[in-house]
């Protein structure tokens, strides 16, 4: 019988899954993770969130460990070579939580044109401002807008569907894909920045996409451009995001992440009235984690079966 260890919280539809196979399922998401190295070496699996890193010590220890499964996409917390070289299989949940950030970049876009966060605070703080508010926040409607999406896979296609149901015209760039059923791709990124009202960046961050988008690349965009970030908070240079806000050529920078997370009290950004923000809660969702506890318990259940 096959021991899975569950060590970050997840939905208990997962623990359900491996226990109809017959699996002995350990809930560990309410033990201090230093304690996870006396425990792992008896399990088959480990099932993760982000929270638990599956490197360097742990990784030693776990002398049974045949499968990592990861509930979410990134692997930064697995030390992936370590595992290839022993012979551990790593498994993740790359269309889990596509959605849900799709969801949200929308939301950004919506939120960042209708300045639904300035109204809110303002109004907050100084309900005899209504009048003068309302003639402040006159805005203008998505329909008939060109949205640019960089990074046209799982989530930029995603939005692109729910944007163009809402009117909105879709282009977009990416580096490797060359065909798209609701994108228009652009030869080059420039003719995205070119055209685009709205650009959403949905990339990873690698050494070829850090800080790919900088002072250069705000040049060559419409000047009142809104930016949404629902990426990785180093795909967007923060401070020539920062410079491109005070010069009035980004309207708004509307993100859910950050180059450091938690940001810094001193980035600037923090506290620049155009951009609306939020903890990187992109994937945070009741039916994103539902899918990604359900992905990730069949995935790891037929991994540890073809080792039978
Ligand atoms: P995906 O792999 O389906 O799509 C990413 C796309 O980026 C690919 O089509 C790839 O070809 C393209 N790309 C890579 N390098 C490029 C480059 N240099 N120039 C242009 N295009 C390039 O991934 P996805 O599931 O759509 O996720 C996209 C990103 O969203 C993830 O990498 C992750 O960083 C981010 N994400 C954020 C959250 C959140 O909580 N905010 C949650 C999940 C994923």
């Given at each position: 019988?096959?021991?899975?260890?569950?060590?970050?919280?997840?939905?208990?539809?997962?623990?359900?899954?491996?226990?109809?196979?017959?699996?002995?399922?350990?809930?560990?998401?309410?033990?201090?993770?230093?304690?996870?190295?006396?425990?792992?070496?008896?399990?088959?699996?480990?099932?993760?969130?982000?929270?638990?890193?599956?490197?360097?010590?742990?990784?030693?220890?776990?002398?049974?460990?045949?499968?990592?499964?990861?509930?979410?996409?990134?692997?930064?917390?697995?030390?992936?070579?370590?595992?290839?070289?022993?012979?551990?299989?790593?498994?993740?949940?790359?269309?889990?939580?596509?959605?849900?950030?799709?969801?949200?970049?929308?939301t950004m876009?919506?939120a960042a044109?209708?300045r639904v966060v300035t109204?809110?605070?303002?109004?907050?703080?100084?309900?005899?401002?209504?009048?003068?508010?309302?003639?402040?926040?006159?805005?203008?409607?998505?329909?008939?807008?060109?949205?640019?999406?960089?990074?046209?896979?799982?989530?930029?296609?995603?939005?692109?569907?729910?944007?163009?149901?809402?009117?909105?015209?879709?282009?977009?760039?990416?580096?490797?894909?060359?065909?798209?059923?609701?994108?228009?791709?652009?030869?080059?990124?420039?003719?995205?920045?070119?055209?685009?009202?709205?650009?959403?960046?949905?990339?990873?961050?690698?050494?070829?996409?850090?800080?790919?988008?900088?002072?250069?690349?705000?040049?060559?965009?419409?000047?009142?451009?809104?930016?949404i970030?629902?990426?990785?908070?180093?795909?967007?240079?923060?401070?020539?995001?920062?410079?491109?806000?005070?010069?009035?050529?980004?309207?708004v920078y509307a993100t859910?992440?950050?180059?450091?997370?938690?940001?810094?009290?001193?980035?600037?950004?923090?506290?620049?009235p155009n951009v609306i923000m939020t903890?990187?809660?992109?994937?945070?969702?009741?039916?994103?984690?539902?899918?990604?506890?359900?992905?990730?318990?069949?995935?790891?259940?037929?991994?540890?079966?073809?080792?039978?």
């Open positions: 019988m096959f021991k899975v260890l569950i060590s970050d919280k997840l939905n208990d539809v997962a623990v359900e899954l491996l226990e109809k196979e017959g699996f002995e399922v350990k809930k560990a998401w309410d033990i201090p993770k230093e304690e996870l190295e006396h425990i792992i070496p008896d399990y088959d699996a480990i099932i993760v969130r982000s929270a638990t890193k599956v490197k360097g010590h742990l990784l030693e220890v776990a002398k049974n460990l045949k499968v990592i499964g990861r509930a979410g996409v990134g692997l930064d917390n697995i030390d992936l070579q370590s595992a290839r070289e022993r012979g551990i299989k790593v498994i993740n949940t790359p269309n889990a939580t596509t959605n849900s950030v799709a969801e949200l970049a929308l876009i919506l044109t209708r109204g809110t605070e303002r109004l907050r703080k100084n309900p005899s401002e209504f009048k003068k508010l309302k003639k402040a926040l006159f805005s203008v409607e998505i329909e008939g807008k060109t949205l640019g999406i960089i990074g046209t896979g799982r989530i930029g296609s995603s939005l692109a569907v729910k944007a163009k149901a809402l009117g909105m015209k879709t282009i977009g760039y990416d580096a490797y894909i060359k065909q798209s059923g609701v994108i228009e791709l652009q030869s080059s990124i420039d003719k995205v920045f070119e055209k685009a009202d709205y650009i959403s960046l949905h990339l990873p961050l690698t050494d070829e996409t850090r800080h790919m988008i900088s002072d250069e690349e705000f040049e060559k965009m419409k000047t009142n451009v809104i930016l970030n629902c990426a990785r908070g180093g795909v967007v240079d923060e401070d020539a995001a920062y410079r491109a806000l005070e010069k009035g050529k980004l309207a859910d992440v950050f180059e450091k997370e938690p940001p810094k009290e001193e980035n600037k950004l923090l506290k620049h903890p990187h809660i992109g994937a945070q969702t009741l039916e994103g984690n539902y899918r990604a506890s359900v992905h990730v318990a069949e995935k790891v259940i037929e991994a540890l079966k073809e080792l039978k």
